[in-house]
Every structure is written in structure tokens, then in C-alpha cells.
């Protein structure tokens, strides 16, 4: 849930949060969000959020703790249907296609817009079992051959086949903290997602494993849409081509990734990125 209590004493009340500044749209949006509010019970935590996901791009969400960053990330693939208190309103569009019809089977959805989380999460089975898990239940392979090969090329593709290749039986969970986040990563793409989502995908992991991660971001990027949430404003700088700054729910500010850093038009935006709050 949103908590305003870190940053709203720090707003005056002549500060417009009325309307987003910047560049919301994008020429070729693999996703299409307008007018996304979100509530637990009665409390709002997203308000009136509009925004697209450029196809092949990188874009960060950043900004204070409790600020609807991550609740915003959840409805991407409908993961807040999992949490009864949440309501989702808006127009929410995988390509042409609006991921809240009744008609869309969320599991489905999920194996489209991917997600992966702040912690490792693998499954407690083998490496292999891992990755296969997803094409086995969604029925992408026919034969132990082509589940061979997709487990295969969904280790590369996350940087992490050269490494468990001769242990592949051995349990995910016996892997360290980034090679787990790495397998989850393999996950997520062995179902052939359009969309990743990633939540702090290398807060709980160390600076070497954390580049690795960031590596892996930007050539994952090639095939696929990536919206990350970060607390590390270094981090958005490093991974991502645009960058959204969120505050009490609303959409302060979007734009090309090197302009909302060197500069920024609202003046939260530029509180933020210069320390000032967060």
C-alpha cells in the first residue's frame, strides 16, 4: 500500500501534480497504459497514471518508498487480482489487446508480461526443472527434445548456461543469490514473454552480481519490452532509455532517460534526483 508519510510534507501546496510533464507516449508502444487508478479498499494508490512501454526499450520507474511505483509495475500482467482489497480502473493494452477483459485468462497474461521479482524466487526443483516448468504446463514443446532445447537456449539468453551446464539436475535453490536471479530470469523468458517486468531485480544481490544483472538488462532489451522498478537512481541511469518518476501515486514526470537526469522539468523530478527527498 501507498504511504504518503516520507514525502508529502516535503510538497508545497503550490506544486501542480495535476498533470504529468514530459513524454508519456512513445511512436511504437508494445504496452499502453491511460487513466490507471488503484485503490486497496478505499485508499488510492495510483491516480489518473497514463504512460507507454516503448517495444525494445528499458523503462525505469523511480521515486520515494511508497510512491505506487511497484503497484503500478503489478497491474502490467495483473498481479494485484492475486491481493482481494485491490480495485484496477483504466485502459491497460498489450499491443491492441486490453489485458483486464473478462475474456483474457490471467495465467495466460502472465506468460506474455513477465515478471520477475526483488527476491530470487526459484522453484524447489532442479535447474532444469525450472526453466522446463513453464513450457511444460503451457504445452510449448512436444517432446523432450525441444524441452531440451528450449531449457538450453533460455540459460544462455540469461547468462547463465556456461555455468550450471554440467549440474543442471542439481537444485535451483543451491545456486548463489544472482545466479538464482538469473534462473528466475530464464524463467520468465522460457515461455517467450513479450514483456518482463522487473521489480529491484539486484537490491538483494552484490555489486558483481549486480552488474551482471544490469548486463544481462540491456541484451535482453534486443527481444524484449523491460519496465524495471529501481530504487537506484544509477541503476536507471545505467539500464534504461526512458524514465518515469513517480510521488504519491501520480505520474510526476516521463522522458528520455538522460534528460530526466541531466535535466528535468518538474521540480519534484529534480528534488529527487538531487537528493533533496527519497
Known amino acids: 500500500m501507498i504511504d504518503l ?23 511504437d508502444a508494445k504496452m499502453s497504459m491511460r487513466n490507471v487508478n488503484v485503490f486497496y479498499d478505499e485508499k ?31 497491474c502490467l500482467n495483473r498481479m494485484n487480482d492475486t491481493i482481494p482489497i485491490c480495485r484496477v480502473e483504466g485502459d491497460l493494452r498489450l499491443e491492441d489487446e486490453d489485458i483486464y477483459a473478462k475474456k483474457l485468462d490471467p495465467v495466460l497474461l502472465r506468460a506474455r508480461v513477465g515478471m520477475v521479482f526483488q527476491k530470487p524466487n526459484p522453484f524447489p526443483k532442479s535447474i532444469y526443472d525450472n526453466v522446463a516448468y513453464g513450457p511444460k504446463i503451457h504445452g510449448l514443446a512436444t517432446n523432450k527434445a525441444e524441452l531440451d532445447e528450449i531449457v538450453v537456449s533460455s540459460l544462455q539468453r540469461a547468462g547463465l548456461f556456461n555455468e550450471v551446464k554440467d549440474r543442471l539436475d542439481a ?20 515461455v517467450s514473454p513479450e514483456v518482463i517486468l522487473m521489480d529491484e531485480p539486484a537490491s538483494a544481490l552484490d555489486p558483481i552480481a549486480t552488474a551482471v544483472i544490469e548486463e544481462l538488462i540491456d541484451e535482453l532489451r534486443e527481444k ?52 533533496r527527498f527519497g
Not at 5 to 27: F, M
Not at 47 to 53: A, Q, T
Not at 235 to 256: N, W
Open 224 to 275: 524484449y519490452t523491460i519496465a524495471i522498478v529501481t530504487h537506484s537512481m544509477q541503476q536507471a541511469a545505467r539500464v534504461s532509455q526512458t524514465t518515469a518518476y513517480f510521488h504519491m501515486g501520480k505520474l510526476v514526470e516521463m522522458g528520455k532517460t538522460e534528460q530526466i537526469f541531466t535535466n528535468p522539468v518538474h521540480e519534484l523530478t529534480e528534488n529527487y534526483i538531487t537528493g
Open 5 to 27: 508519510s516520507s514525502s508529502e510534507s516535503l510538497v508545497s501546496d503550490d506544486i501542480d501534480l495535476s498533470k504529468t510533464v514530459g513524454e508519456i507516449y512513445a511512436d
Open 171 to 190: 537444485p535451483g535453490t543451491g545456486l548463489s543469490g544472482g545466479q538464482q536471479q538469473r534462473l528466475c530470469i530464464a524463467r520468465t523468458i522460457a
Open 44 to 74: 488510492q494508490a495510483i491516480d489518473n497514471v497514463s504512460l507507454d512501454l516503448a517495444r525494445n526499450q528499458v523503462t525505469a520507474l523511480i521515486g520515494p518508498s511508497g510512491c505506487g511505483k511497484s503497484t503500478f509495475l503489478r
